[in-house]
């Protein structure tokens, strides 16, 4: 797909396995974005709406670990359709500059690379989800996979997220994948998808950040 065409917002995406830091650097990343006078809609995926959080809960349940891969990419889809909707087409029309907690590549990452299943129906699904909507820059927050699941399991226990961590228990092997995955979109789409290394401090990776993002609004 194309570049998001015909909006006069901006659309960035952040994605990454488990624990690399995106929640985190986004909140940051609208903060800096927010000092230089932009408007910020900071949102997730799945997710960002209600019915996009009915479905994000289904699908983040451990209970649901018998769920089937193409259940799994069908619900994804069905919530971004309807977060596209609701939330990031109505702000990238009113100029907003929206900051997505996952989104396309996830699928491709997670569902495709990950699941292993065929990539042209996955190009497909995102398509029909999506219409015109595609990221103009989308930040890779690269991080070790021990080190990323260990965090993962850290914040879940703090914050108590033990009902949204069916994907931490997924093998080594899945996780491993779905890097690669990451690092297979980066080559096709050098251009759109940047990577960030997250295993600096919190303050390292956002001034990685910030520097991305003034260097891609000063093309713009």
């Given at each position: 797909m194309d570049s998001t065409t015909g909006l006069m917002g901006h659309f960035i995406t952040f994605e990454g396995t488990e624990g690399c830091g995106k929640t985190t650097q986004i909140i940051r990343a609208a903060a800096h974005l927010q000092q230089r006078g932009f408007t910020i809609v900071p949102t997730r995926e799945p997710g960002?709406?209600?019915?996009?959080?009915?479905?994000?809960?289904?699908?983040?349940?451990p209970n649901s670990r018998h769920m089937v891969p193409s259940t799994e990419l069908l619900l994804y889809a069905a919530a971004r359709a309807q977060h596209i909707d609701e939330v990031i087409r109505p702000a990238l029309q009113q100029g907003k500059i929206v900051l997505c907690d996952r989104f396309c590549d996830a699928t491709l990452a997670y569902q495709g690379y990950g699941r292993q299943l065929p990539l042209d129906a996955i190009h497909w699904l995102n398509?029909?989800?999506?219409?015109?909507?595609?990221?103009?820059?989308?930040?890779?927050?690269?991080?070790?996979?021990?080190?990323?699941?260990?965090?993962?399991?850290?914040?879940?226990?703090?914050?108590?997220?033990?009902?949204?961590?069916?994907?931490?228990?997924?093998?080594?092997?899945?996780?491993?994948?779905?890097?690669?995955?990451?690092?297979?979109?980066?080559?096709?789409?050098?251009?759109?998808?940047?990577?960030?290394?997250a295993e600096g401090s919190v303050d390292q990776v956002a001034h990685s950040i910030a520097t991305c993002l003034d260097r891609y609004f000063s093309k713009v």
């Open positions: 960002g709406c209600e019915l996009a959080n009915r479905i994000r809960a289904i699908l983040l349940d398509h029909f989800a999506c219409g015109d909507i595609v990221p103009h820059l989308t930040l890779w927050l690269d991080l070790p996979l021990n080190l990323g699941l260990e965090r993962a399991q850290e914040r879940n226990a703090s914050q108590q997220l033990e009902n949204e961590q069916r994907f931490e228990q997924e093998s080594l092997n899945f996780h491993q994948r779905v890097q690669n995955g990451y690092e297979q979109l980066r080559q096709q789409h050098p251009r759109r998808i940047q990577r960030i290394s």
